[in-house]
């Protein structure tokens, strides 16, 4: 006897996102809106052991007073011109309508290059939506989104040209010793 599924009936055994905690959160939030969209960036002059970091952040208001912060990387101008493009979509929509607002972009951004400004702004977008959620819910994000699946994470360091507490010196056998007195046991290391 041959079965089909459906989408549908797939998608009903797929296991939420949106997990039955985050949803009881986003009904008890209540009717919220987005009142501003904001980016900040790091000034370009700043330096942190002599390199400039390259963050974006985007913050989104509501009329409930919570803030909520996004961030990507790394910060283009191509990112402004984007969030420019994005944020008339955003004013006015409730935050913890998370994956409606989340498809509602996708499908705005969806024709161009994927990768690009558009789908980094989507994820501070979303990033800045789950961090509403949790401070309307008085809860971790990691809370809505499932609780914890580890009870330890193990730390690593990437060598990417940035200093590791000051040192310059990115002499690979020098950082694992390093790293290795302070109990970090893990490096990802690219050129």
């Known amino acids: 006897m041959k079965h089909s599924i459906g989408r549908r ?44 970091p390259n963050w974006t952040w985007i913050l989104l208001h509501t009329d409930q007073g919570i803030t909520g912060i ?52 989507l994820t501070a977008i979303n990033i800045a939506q789950w961090d509403i959620l949790g401070k309307a819910a008085g809860l971790p994000v990691y809370k809505l989104l499932g609780g914890k699946a580890q009870e330890k994470l193990r730390v690593y360091n990437t060598m990417n040209g940035w200093p590791i507490y000051g040192m310059r010196d990115h002499d690979p056998e020098k950082v694992v010793e390093f790293l290795l007195k302070r109990g970090i046991k893990g490096v990802k290391i690219y050129p």
């Open 9 to 52: 009936d797939l998608l009903k055994t797929a296991v939420p996102f949106f997990t039955p905690l985050a949803q009881k959160a986003a009904r008890a939030a209540g009717p919220m809106k987005i009142t501003k969209v904001e980016m900040v960036r790091v000034r370009k002059e700043l330096r942190i052991h002599d390199v400039s």
């Open 70 to 121: 996004g961030e990507s990387y790394p910060t283009q101008d191509s990112h402004y011109g984007a969030m420019k493009e994005l944020a008339p979509m955003l004013i006015g929509k409730d935050p913890t309508n998370i994956e409606r607002l989340w498809q509602d972009i996708f499908y705005r951004i969806s024709y161009q290059p994927w990768g690009g400004a558009e789908f980094r702004m």
